[in-house]
């Protein structure tokens, strides 16, 4: 009780600087209001922490307080953005930012704010003129040879959500050293040393003829045209789910060559309180409806969906049944590897210095694929920054030809850093032109490759912890996991333990480091049988995730349905030993 009212007091002791006259009247009401209510639990959720950058950035719900995302935490942040990048690259006098954001409530004031920051800091300002695709805020920085960026979105957040992407100047979102460093500076601003007011001399609006070098680069991630020329006409209905999608992803479809984009219409609506969805987010199944819908009128050959900021796809197809079948982010991802490695072996465009990357929590299969073909295929921590490190880190050296990851996020070419959905729409897109080139199907294509590389089921199961008493459980989680790990998992043993936090693996009794550039809070699981269940906490949501990957026999298409039951069956008794 003791500890409740101490926390309390902090609280309130914190959103009593926020009714001083540096806040606007509305924010002063709004942390009145909360002050007032005999209830604190609202107090406590909006001051008991500042908001921190995650695997994702900045990111949380909207409203007034330090654990809220508003223009005054936006400009905490940009003001210690500001303060590092002069500290990064001293003496420069030409230093420049690009600034953009998505279709999110307040998206467009959080982006002047963030510009008129930079701008006020003597960094010249790219600021997109209206919403624009994530990849595309990536590809500017490059393009422009600016030193940083923000994008200000949520991603596939729920509509209370607003965020902030902190770019750095290779295009990749903020890694060590630049993300601690970041931080350390934001942690000393006070509200008083933001510089909000403009200097509108530093201030460029840009468009149309970034669009045009960003759709032109996307071509890049072609593998072959001709297949796309003789099935030209490919049946495509597309859903920008009210964002930043809606005009690039159709230019760039018909770039490639495609003539038959069919859009949702009631989801190509600017709206940042997604009136047609529950959530915005490619995982969910329920945000695909209107789209299947359309599909169905049409007799559509595939369905595809981008999420808010159009870096995340979501890819819809006809089963064996001739049934619409949602492709999970592993199964996209494999068919993006297979694909690529395949058709460019075909076509002799394959080369032995060729490199493609996935993450750790990435399905195990594409692993297999690549080493089949003799292709190296690195393993990174989650989240795209990651993939975008070892881009880097082989740049002039060895040639990317793809990488993803299981939560719906793919690149195939490396003129951007980031997720890039408008190019991965446009290569699903060739993938099923060549596969309708022999009578099949996304789905056909997908049985063989389980044929020839062996099925196995992948599934997250989330568990929401929302709020400080969220985090508290998630830490206890995870030092319970750690402490005491399992020592069998659906009835099959574990015979390898990952500790990425540790750097350590365990097997057999036997240590033995884990070669990573940094440490994670994740741990992983292999079984006998061929189980891996990999544990992290999110560093975007209030979650803990848990990353299974099920084996099941699976001789042939004809065991699809079966393998699927079975590895259904497994996940149960996955969830039962670990107490989910």
Not at 109 to 128: D, M, R
Not at 195 to 211: C, Q, S, T, V, Y
Not at 277 to 286: A, D, L, Q, Y
Not at 315 to 320: E, G, L, Q, S, Y
Request: hydrophobic share 40%.
């Amino acid at each position: 009780m003791e500890t409740n009212t101490a926390l309390i007091q902090e609280c309130r002791s914190k959103a009593q600087e926020w009714l001083s006259p540096l806040f606007d009247e509305a924010t002063r009401q709004e942390v009145q209001a909360m002050l007032d209510n005999p209830d604190p639990t609202a107090l406590i959720e909006a001051f008991y922490r500042s908001l921190e950058f995650g695997t994702g950035g900045l990111r949380g719900i909207m409203g007034a307080g330090t654990n809220r995302m508003n223009k005054y935490i936006v400009g905490m942040a940009t003001q210690g953005f500001a303060n590092y990048v002069r500290k990064a690259f001293p003496g420069r006098d030409d230093l420049a930012a690009v600034v953009g954001h998505d279709c999110r409530n307040n998206g467009r004031l959080f982006a002047e704010t963030v510009a008129a920051i930079f701008s006020a800091n003597g960094i010249k300002v790219y600021l997109f003129e209206s919403l624009r695709p994530t990849p595309e805020i990536s590809f500017a920085i490059r393009q422009l040879g600016a030193q940083c960026g923000v994008n200000v979105t949520a991603s596939h957040n729920p509509k209370e959500y607003n965020g902030y992407k902190a770019y750095w100047e290779d295009g990749s979102q903020v890694l060590q050293p630049h993300d601690v460093g970041i931080i350390e500076e934001v942690n000393k601003v006070k509200l008083e040393d933001v510089k909000f007011d403009a200097n509108p001399d530093l201030i460029k609006i840009i468009g149309g003829e970034m669009d045009y070098d960003y759709m032109t680069a996307v071509k890049e991630g072609m593998v072959d045209q001709d297949v796309i020329l003789r099935q030209k006409d490919l049946n495509i209905v597309y859903s920008a789910m009210h964002g930043t999608g809606r005009v690039l992803v159709p230019m760039c479809l018909r770039s490639w060559g495609f003539q038959n984009i069919n859009v949702v219409p009631e989801q190509m609506v600017i709206d940042g309180n997604f009136p047609t969805v529950v959530s915005p987010n490619p995982e969910n199944s329920e945000a695909m409806t209107l789209g299947m819908k359309l599909g169905t009128k049409l007799n559509a050959d595939l369905v595809v969906a981008t999420d808010p900021d159009a870096d995340r796809l979501a890819i819809v197809c006809r089963n064996d049944k001739g049934e619409w079948q949602i492709l999970n982010g592993n199964q996209t991802a494999c068919m993006f590897y297979w694909y690529t490695i395949k058709n460019k072996k075909a076509l002799g465009q394959l080369k032995p210095t060729d490199f493609m990357v996935k993450t750790i929590v990435t399905s195990e299969l594409i692993a297999r694929i690549a080493a089949k073909n003799g292709v190296d295929c690195f393993d990174e921590y989650t989240g795209f920054k990651w993939i975008a490190y070892r881009i880097r880190e082989l740049e002039g050296k060895r040639k990317y030809i793809g990488g993803g990851e299981e939560s719906f996020g793919y690149l195939p070419y490396d003129k951007v850093r980031d997720k890039d959905a408008p190019a991965s729409i446009c290569l699903i897109c060739e993938i099923a032109a060549w596969a309708k080139d022999q009578g099949k199907t996304l789905f056909d294509l997908l049985l063989d490759i389980y044929s020839e590389y062996g099925f196995q089921k992948e599934t997250t199961i989330n568990v929401v912890k929302p709020g400080k008493s969220g985090a508290e459980e998630i830490r206890a989680m995870m030092d319970n996991f750690r402490n005491n790990p399992p020592k069998s998992i659906a009835g099959s043993e574990v015979v390898l333990t990952k500790d990425f936090q540790k750097l350590v693996s365990y097997s057999g009794g036997k240590e033995t480091p884990i070669d990573m550039p940094a440490t994670s809070n994740v741990l992983q699981w292999f079984t006998a049988d061929g189980l891996k269940i990999s544990v992290r906490p999110s560093g975007t949501e209030p979650k803990i995730k848990f990353y299974c990957e099920v084996p099941a026999p699976f001789a042939g298409p004809q065991d699809f349905d079966a393998a699927n039951a079975a590895a259904d069956v497994r996940v149960e008794a996955i969830k039962k030993d670990l107490g989910l």
